[in-house]
């Protein structure tokens, strides 16, 4: 609890209209955030010159930490989504932080480490499943960890169109609609404008082809990054549907 005081203490409070950027890919600075409320996209520039959705974060989450470790250009573009709010942390001031909390130190590794199975499973993913077992597999990722348990499911607050869904699976739009509608026709989720609703988490485990029992735990499990960052901060995201 000592740690989870003290960061929310660190750096400057700043807050983010949607659309705006707090990280901008390649360029220079070893800043990190922490995000206290709001969701954000991170984006990534393809080989057509164009910005990808690589993945999303939301209040709990730290974003900027790898630059912040090696000092190199950072790696993505974080953009806000909604309005939300943010602590801007200094290097040396979160590299102290660190230092002084074990506990914390940790969680940023998991943190890190979380991300990095993410982004590894994606490209496996990518080269080898079929675009159903990848679209189940990402709905599954999302409900754990931004998933809302409610009376009929667990409902995915993070507000994604379907484009940017399909750019998180690496299919083509069309083919992630159709199956989209499959899942639909058979009860396993519902969709409405920007939002998911999982009615069948053990069917959509069977589908993603992950144990059942670890598809029931709307928390994440350790090596997940929101685990780590609900141990340092303490407030939660605000979902918004836009």
Not at 155 to 162: A, K, Y
Not at 228 to 233: G, L, S, V
Request: aromatic letters at 6%; one cysteine or more; hydrophobic letters at 40%.
């Amino acid at each position: 609890m000592e740690a989870r005081e003290q960061i929310v203490r660190l750096g400057r409070p700043v807050r983010f209209e949607r659309g705006e950027r707090l990280l901008r890919e390649g360029e220079y600075g070893s800043h990190v955030f922490l995000l206290l409320s709001g969701w954000y996209k991170v984006l990534a520039r393809t080989k057509d010159d164009r910005e990808a959705l690589l993945a999303v974060r939301a209040g709990g989450d730290l974003v900027g930490e790898l630059a912040c470790f090696d000092a190199q250009p950072r790696v993505a573009t974080v953009v806000a989504a909604v309005t939300g709010s943010a602590k801007l942390i200094g290097r040396q001031q979160f590299l102290d932080f660190l230092a002084s909390y074990e506990e914390s130190a940790r969680a940023v590794m998991c943190a890190v480490a979380g991300k990095l199975r993410w982004a590894t499973r994606r490209r496996q993913d990518f080269g080898s499943c079929p675009v159903e077992t990848r679209v189940a597999r990402v709905l599954q990722e999302l409900a754990r960890a931004y998933g809302q348990p409610c009376a009929t499911g667990v409902s995915i607050g993070v507000s994604l169109t379907q484009p940017e869904l399909a750019e998180l699976v690496g299919a083509s739009e069309p083919s992630v609609h159709r199956v989209l509608r499959s899942l639909r026709q058979q009860g396993i989720i519902e969709t409405g404008y920007r939002r998911v609703l999982v009615r069948d988490v053990p069917e959509l485990s069977r589908i993603a082809a992950t144990d059942a029992d670890t598809a029931h735990r709307v928390v994440p499990a350790d090596t997940n990054h929101r685990i780590a960052a609900r141990t340092i901060a303490p407030t939660q995201p605000t979902a918004r549907v836009v």
